[in-house]
């Protein structure tokens, strides 16, 4: 079938032309092939993510890959992500060459491991095997750790030691909870062509042993928890995000830490199909949660630099799309939501600190005031986005934040309210402590300082923020489908229906 040829495109296309930007003769070449790279699989993908959602779930490979609906929701966001980030590469290290900054092997060295992160990541959404899963995220560990160093200095080759060192230990749990997991399907008598297949223990969690899957989910919850960047496993990403170029950054934010997220979001109907106890690892999800809310919270107090600033707010996010699972029901709808908006937000937040360092020379808050003066288009961005991940109305993240307080109120979780709403509050003031005087504030400026703006980088900052203030007042019906088909993987057959009220 021609969505079965789409699936295997979608991953062949950036795995294959990551090799061959090695060779390409220039700079500008190999940036231009990774932007083709991007763009070319981005039609195949949405090609399969068309045909999942019209005929169902896509196998390849003899079932050991596919799509369905929670795969191809968040692949739907990869592909965004990556389009926006490689365009935005083009721009970004566009200047640093104009300046000098950046070498034909560097840019050769930055397109191929950025088409390869791309397949890697891929590979985890498309994997029906555990173990192939596990394999993609080890894959996307050692690809991306190159890219924070792009530019070798000290800092970086530390930031990048630490990020591999840390994710590797996280994998390695993540390792043996994925054999946990074949060990407690002794029972089912499978092959081993089948015994780590999800749709095979999908089917038979009744049958796998509670007491393995109970100790493979603290394992994997961990292990991949430390990839997420939940607390306390959090430790490498404010490093990484501060010595990685920023559209590492983007990509690292915008998307990889929600591959993570989506391989606990896997196991978590198998656990509760195992177990036999609504809400078990719903519990462990909702303290990691509630934990990295509040780590964040206390660490954003004290920031001065931007970038660090912005990892610790993904920390915060994280934690909140881990509250948001945890609390169950229009929770898994609402944390589905907020993974959608943190992806866009963090993605442009990241691009426009990215080109104000680039303007500034620095990334320190107390030297960065009157961005918007210096420079309208990316001082808008930065200025409305860091809105926008604080929760201001009326964004999206406002509205998929309030349906996750909505799903903690109805469940009578009001202590679980009260610790959301204070980390959220915290943040918020301490937010918007650091914004007004970056966005409008320092002495007048007696000559406007230079900034070479390409023609198309205002769409970089406009289409994310029309899409912000879009779905914040309005969810388009098919989206509305998506995610509740997407939901109803993770939480079986609980009703959505009370978020279609909450949206105008």
Same mark, same amino acid.
């Given at each position: 079938?021609?969505? =079965?040829?789409?699936?295997?495109?979608?991953?062949?296309? !950036?795995?294959?032309? +990551?090799?061959?930007?090695?060779?390409?003769?220039?700079?500008?070449?190999?940036?231009?092939?990774?932007?083709?790279?991007?763009?070319?699989?981005?039609?195949?993908?949405?090609?399969?993510?068309?045909?999942?959602?019209?005929?169902?779930?896509?196998?390849?490979?003899?079932?050991?890959?596919?799509?369905?609906?929670?795969?191809?929701?968040?692949? +739907?966001?990869?592909?965004?992500?990556?389009?926006?980030?490689?365009?935005?590469?083009?721009?970004?290290?566009?200047?640093?060459?104009?300046?000098?900054?950046?070498?034909? #092997?560097?840019?050769?060295?930055?397109?191929?491991?950025?088409?390869?992160?791309?397949?890697?990541?891929?590979?985890?959404?498309? $994997?029906?095997?555990?173990?192939?899963?596990?394999?993609? /995220?080890?894959?996307?560990?050692?690809?991306?750790?190159?890219?924070?160093?792009?530019?070798?200095?000290?800092?970086?080759?530390?930031?990048?030691?630490?990020?591999?060192?840390?994710?590797?230990?996280?994998?390695?749990?993540?390792?043996?909870?994925?054999?946990?997991?074949?060990?407690?399907?002794?029972?089912?008598?499978?092959?081993?062509?089948?015994?780590?297949?999800?749709?095979?223990?999908?089917?038979?969690?009744?049958?796998?042993?509670?007491?393995?899957?109970?100790?493979?989910? /603290?394992?994997?919850?961990?292990?991949?928890?430390?990839?997420?960047?939940?607390?306390?496993?959090?430790?490498?990403?404010?490093?990484?995000?501060?010595?990685? !170029? &920023? !559209?590492?950054?983007?990509?690292? &934010?915008?998307?990889?830490?929600?591959?993570?997220?989506?391989?606990?979001?896997?196991?978590? !109907?198998?656990?509760?199909?195992?177990?036999?106890?609504?809400?078990?690892?719903?519990?462990?999800?909702?303290?990691?949660?509630?934990?990295?809310?509040?780590?964040?919270?206390?660490?954003?107090?004290?920031? #001065?630099?931007? #970038?660090?600033?912005?990892?610790?707010?993904?920390? =915060?996010?994280?934690?909140?799309? $881990?509250?948001?699972?945890?609390? %169950? %029901?229009?929770?898994? *709808?609402?944390?589905?939501?907020?993974?959608?908006?943190?992806?866009?937000?963090?993605?442009? $937040? *990241?691009?426009?600190? +990215?080109?104000?360092?680039?303007?500034?020379?620095?990334?320190?808050?107390?030297?960065?005031?009157?961005?918007?003066?210096?420079?309208?288009?990316?001082?808008?961005?930065?200025?409305?986005?860091?809105?926008?991940?604080?929760?201001?109305?009326?964004? $999206?993240?406002?509205?998929?934040?309030?349906?996750?307080?909505?799903?903690?109120?109805? #469940?009578?979780?009001?202590?679980?309210?009260?610790?959301?709403?204070?980390?959220?509050?915290?943040?918020?003031?301490?937010?918007?402590?650091?914004?007004?005087?970056?966005?409008?504030?320092?002495?007048?400026?007696?000559?406007?300082?230079?900034?070479?703006?390409?023609?198309?980088?205002?769409?970089?900052?406009?289409?994310?923020?029309?899409?912000?203030?879009?779905? +914040?007042?309005?969810?388009?019906?098919?989206?509305?489908?998506?995610?509740?088909?997407? @939901?109803?993987?993770?939480?079986?057959?609980?009703?959505? @229906?009370?978020?279609?009220?909450?949206?105008?």
């Amino acid at each position: 079938m021609y969505y =079965e040829s789409a699936l295997w495109l979608s991953l062949l296309i !950036p795995f294959v032309l +990551g090799f061959a930007c090695n060779i390409l003769p220039s700079a500008r070449t190999a940036l231009g092939a990774m932007c083709c790279c991007v763009f070319g699989t981005a039609i195949a993908g949405c090609i399969a993510i068309v045909a999942v959602f019209q005929h169902g779930t896509i196998f390849i490979a003899s079932n050991w890959l596919f799509l369905d609906g929670l795969s191809a929701y968040h692949y +739907g966001i990869l592909l965004v992500v990556f389009c926006l980030s490689s365009v935005y590469a083009w721009a970004y290290f566009g200047e640093e060459l104009r300046k000098g900054h950046f070498t034909r #092997k560097q840019a050769r060295l930055f397109a191929g491991l950025w088409c390869e992160a791309c397949a890697a990541m891929t590979l985890v959404l498309f $994997s029906n095997n555990l173990g192939i899963m596990w394999v993609g /995220i080890e894959a996307t560990t050692l690809i991306t750790a190159f890219l924070i160093c792009i530019h070798v200095s000290r800092q970086s080759m530390e930031a990048m030691w630490k990020y591999i060192v840390i994710c590797s230990v996280g994998m390695a749990f993540a390792f043996m909870g994925t054999l946990l997991i074949a060990v407690s399907a002794k029972a089912l008598e499978l092959g081993p062509h089948d015994s780590l297949l999800w749709t095979v223990l999908y089917d038979n969690a009744g049958r796998l042993d509670p007491k393995l899957i109970k100790a493979a989910f /603290i394992f994997l919850l961990v292990g991949y928890g430390t990839k997420a960047g939940l607390a306390p496993m959090h430790n490498w990403l404010p490093d990484a995000h501060m010595q990685a !170029p &920023s !559209p590492v950054s983007a990509i690292f &934010s915008g998307f990889l830490l929600s591959t993570a997220m989506y391989c606990i979001m896997r196991y978590m !109907p198998v656990i509760e199909g195992a177990t036999g106890s609504i809400g078990w690892c719903q519990r462990l999800m909702t303290g990691f949660g509630l934990f990295s809310i509040a780590v964040a919270a206390v660490f954003i107090v004290s920031q #001065k630099n931007l #970038k660090r600033f912005l990892a610790y707010s993904s920390i =915060e996010h994280i934690g909140i799309i $881990s509250l948001g699972l945890g609390l %169950g %029901g229009l929770g898994v *709808f609402a944390a589905l939501f907020h993974t959608l908006n943190h992806s866009l937000c963090k993605t442009l $937040s *990241f691009f426009a600190a +990215g080109r104000m360092g680039q303007i500034l020379g620095t990334y320190d808050i107390r030297d960065m005031k009157g961005a918007l003066r210096r420079s309208p288009v990316w001082g808008t961005g930065l200025f409305l986005s860091i809105l926008a991940l604080i929760g201001a109305a009326p964004f $999206s993240l406002f509205m998929s934040e309030f349906l996750i307080l909505k799903a903690a109120i109805d #469940k009578q979780a009001f202590v679980i309210a009260f610790v959301f709403l204070l980390g959220l509050g915290i943040v918020f003031i301490c937010a918007l402590g650091y914004i007004l005087p970056l966005s409008w504030g320092g002495p007048p400026l007696k000559k406007a300082a230079p900034a070479h703006l390409f023609q198309y980088e205002s769409f970089l900052v406009y289409i994310p923020l029309t899409a912000l203030l879009i779905l +914040g007042l309005w969810m388009p019906a098919p989206l509305q489908a998506v995610l509740q088909k997407a @939901a109803e993987i993770i939480g079986g057959a609980a009703a959505y @229906a009370p978020a279609i009220g909450l949206m105008p």
